[in-house]
């Protein structure tokens, strides 16, 4: 669940510079294959690409992607630090896809920030990623992580408002 994209919507997200940045495609295929240290090394270079083609989509959804694996596999700093870079390429935020990134990034920094016991800025992030999420299916679980963010902090009460409404999203599958 943590992964940028379901697999049923991925497409329908990849824009015309992505189809042509054989670094993203490799990346995407490496990430679908759990193959981390190698999707990272590619959406890195399909970074770069994006950068001299001044693509802010595409830098953003590939620093989002690395932050993610970074945050996967415990480097929670690195995580943080690279969803902050992503989220200065997302600017236009009545965009759909943009606010889907913003989304999605803010869910990532909001696990990186509980898994180093930071909850108060956990439950920050949730709460934006909730702000962007345009997708019910995903703020059921960014919900379902606030509420566990709220009850590292002992604040039962608001944890158990936000389980109700993880468990009220209508699932649309």
Do not use: P, W
Request: hydrophobic share 35%; net charge positive; proline share 0%.
């Amino acid at each position: 669940t943590l992964f940028l994209f379901s697999c049923s919507k991925k497409e329908s997200l990849i824009t015309n510079e992505e189809h042509s940045n054989a670094n993203y495609k490799k990346a995407i295929t490496f990430r679908n294959e759990n193959k981390s240290d190698s999707a990272f090394y590619h959406f890195s270079k399909a970074k770069d690409l994006f950068l001299k083609t001044h693509d802010t989509i595409g830098i953003a959804k590939s620093l989002i992607n690395m932050a993610i694996i970074q945050s996967n596999s415990g480097d929670f700093h690195g995580g943080i630090e690279t969803s902050i870079q992503a989220n200065n390429y997302l600017k236009k935020e009545n965009d759909s896809l943009i606010k889907s990134l913003l989304a999605s990034n803010y869910n990532n920094m909001g696990i990186s920030s509980a898994s180093l016991f930071r909850y108060q800025n956990a439950v920050d992030s949730y709460k934006k990623a909730i702000e962007f999420s345009t997708i019910d299916q995903n703020k059921n679980s960014y919900y379902n992580n606030l509420g566990v963010a709220l009850l590292s902090l002992k604040q039962y009460k608001n944890a158990a408002l936000y389980f109700q409404k993880a468990l009220a999203t209508v699932d649309s599958l």
